[in-house]
Nanobody, 127 residues
Framework: QVQLVESGGGLVQAGGSLRLSCAAS????????MGWYRHAPGKQRELVAA?????????????DSVKGRFTISRDNAKNSVYLVYLQMNSLKPEDTAVYYC???????????????WGRGTQVTVSS
């Protein structure tokens, strides 16, 4: 099994900052892309940011609504634990949502690529 655990959510005033963290662990052979999605009431779940391993480097992409405010980063795996972060600055009330961590990975070399999800962490931005 693969487990993803998020932390760092909370309540913050508009203009403030939060840093989300996610740790992926368990039976993991490899993880390529890790990302953050969010789900606000009455809206569909949307991709916020993602970071992928490309050769020896990383590639990132962001939703237009968070570009310039949010930064995704990732640590190299240590002891089979994969870490990804989302630094959120200049937060707005419309950023209020449950934020979910995701990881696209394989449990063995011959496994199919599977998207794994965390349980989510609430981010609330007050005006």
């Amino acid at each position: 099994q693969v487990q993803l655990v998020e932390s760092g959510g909370g309540l913050v005033q508009a203009g403030g900052s939060l840093r989300l963290s996610c740790a992926a662990s368990g039976r993991i052979f490899s993880i390529n892309t890790m990302g953050w999605y969010r789900h606000a009431p009455g809206k569909q779940r949307e991709l916020v940011a993602a970071i992928s391993t490309v050769g020896t480097g990383r590639s990132t992409n962001y939703a237009d609504s968070v570009k310039g405010r949010f930064t995704i980063s990732r640590d190299n795996a240590k002891n089979s634990v994969y870490l990804v972060y989302l630094q959120m600055n200049s937060l707005k009330p419309e950023d209020t949502a449950v934020y979910y961590c995701s990881a696209d990975g394989k449990q063995t070399a011959s496994s199919i690529l599977t998207k794994y999800w965390g349980r989510g962490t609430q981010v609330t931005v007050s005006s």
